[in-house]
């Protein structure tokens, strides 16, 4: 059986982290196919409605003159309609003056008696009752059947998509984990083994290495000092020891003056290695408590991942992480650490955002005109976040009523050394009394913030649509430049 309470601190510390993760996922997909559950239904009843007032209108004549066949022509329009599996026009008196069935329910409808307006939910359809008026006056009542193939397969698609965006996520937060617990792991297991061998050896010559300045490497830099106190220690002990044996051999004329000073030396000996266990206890004394203050620290730390807001706005986050998980996967896959091929970087994010995150209904092509450029870490991954807010935005904001459009992403050398980065659409534009530096919008808040730290301009323009630019450059030419300058100053 699994003991949790005896595994590793490296197991431990993937297995908290991932738990978390899980449990995060889970629920806030969970509450995005509630969500979406939710608004198809309420699009379905809104549809539903503006049909049955339409067919409710073309009615009007039919009922007022009791024509029974003008308004049984009215209700074979919706056989164009697959999702409409019944029909019913109630004229005067309620009675049923026409009538319109999905030929798989021929069999089975039977005209329900009328009910009051509105609709109603069932296992297998919706169901919808709607006054018929002319001007003031009611006509009659007109009843229409909806079913559910929509909603199901709606909720089949989206219950996919979430579990494999789920698996994907986890995929990745599991070898970022399995990476970045060495930073607590490894100095913790240096000093176990280094604790094992002084205990076995007795060698306090050994060290641990350490470069971190947090409560690891105090604790290292602690343990070092304890070791080197006692290592000192016993070089004091070894030297007195030495220096005794001299005497004895120098002073053996002097029997009683050899034998007193042997004894004050077997003292100090004594005294010494009394001091010395001492000393050692200390150290497993303290070893211990820090490492226990290390699990409790690690035990708080997994508490705190209670913030059920945090938990909902998991969606509109994972965007921005995944443009950084980006940036590192480019890292990882490249020869040299310390570039990045961001042409084919932002072809690859603006992709993704666009089949991700493009609202369903909505024709939206992308654009890339990118130049072959490398980018330093420190650049690519405030340009890639720029790229996503400016891309999210336009997705969301640009083209309302689904009306088609295009997002273009430019990435190029400019004048002077500069760097361009643009990200246009062809959209309605933003207001003409919008002001950046007012703005509540967190998307280009960040896009603001984002700049400031490259160094660069941001520029906003709004004709036929909306281009956001910024022109900045690299940390890298940077200090090339401010070399070349200094070379040309030195060779005139």
Request: charged share 25%; with cysteine.
């Amino acid at each position: 059986m699994f003991n949790f309470r005896d595994s590793s601190i490296r197991k431990k510390l993937t297995m908290i982290v991932m738990i978390a993760t899980g449990v995060a996922l889970v629920l806030a997909g969970t509450i995005f196919m509630v969500y979406d559950h939710y608004t198809l239904k309420t699009s379905m009843v809104h549809n539903l409605g503006t049909l049955s007032g339409i067919i409710g209108s073309n009615c009007t004549a039919a009922i007022s003159f009791n024509n029974a066949a003008d308004a049984s022509e009215v209700l074979t329009a919706l056989k164009a309609e697959e999702h409409i599996i019944a029909a019913v026009i109630y004229g005067d008196k309620e009675l049923v003056l026409a009538h319109y069935v999905r030929d798989d329910h021929v069999d089975n409808f039977k005209a329900p008696p009328i009910d009051k307006p509105g609709f109603k939910f069932t296992d297998y359809a919706l169901s919808m009752y709607r006054t018929i008026s002319l001007d003031t006056d009611r006509l009659g009542t007109i009843y229409i059947q909806s079913d559910l193939q929509r909603l199901d397969a709606r909720l089949y698609q989206i219950g996919i998509a979430v579990c494999l965006i789920i698996i994907c996520c986890f995929l990745i937060v599991f070898g970022i984990v399995s990476r970045l617990q060495r930073l607590i792991s490894v100095p913790i297991l240096k000093l176990a083994g280094a604790a094992k061998v002084i205990s076995d050896e007795k060698n306090y010559s050994v060290r641990v290495d350490h470069s971190s300045q947090d409560e690891l490497g105090v604790l290292v830099a602690g343990f070092n000092e304890m070791l080197t106190q006692i290592q000192q220690r016993d070089l004091a002990l070894l030297k007195a020891r030495d220096e005794l044996e001299d005497r004895v051999q120098l002073r053996t004329s002097d029997l009683e003056a050899e034998v007193m000073e042997h004894d004050r030396a077997k003292e100090r000996i004594s005294a010494s290695l009394r001091e010395k266990e001492t000393l050692i206890k200390e150290i497993h004394h303290r070893v211990k408590n820090n490492l226990q203050i290390i699990i409790s620290l690690l035990n708080l730390q997994s508490n705190q991942i209670q913030d059920d807001h945090t938990l909902e706005m998991f969606r509109v986050s994972q965007a921005r992480v995944r443009t950084m998980a980006l940036i590192h996967e480019k890292l990882y896959l490249s020869e040299d650490l310390s570039d990045i091929d961001f042409a084919e970087y932002i072809k690859g994010l603006s992709e993704y955002l666009v089949h991700s995150f493009k609202p369903d209904g909505l024709t939206v092509s992308l654009r890339t005109e990118v130049e072959s450029i490398s980018l330093s870490v420190e650049s690519a991954v405030p340009c890639g976040l720029i790229v996503n807010e400016s891309i999210s935005n336009a997705l969301k904001h640009a083209f309302p009523g689904a009306r088609e459009g295009t997002i273009t992403v430019g990435f190029r050398r400019g004048s002077k050394g500069m760097l361009v980065l643009t990200v246009s659409d062809d959209g309605v534009g933003i207001p003409v009394d919008f002001d950046l530096e007012r703005s509540n919008s967190l998307g280009l808040q960040l896009i603001t913030t984002l700049t400031k730290q490259l160094k660069g301009h941001l520029h906003v323009h709004t004709d036929n649509g909306t281009t956001i630019t910024v022109e900045f450059t690299d940390p890298r030419t940077r200090e090339e430049d401010k070399a070349n300058a200094e070379r040309e100053t030195a060779h005139s």
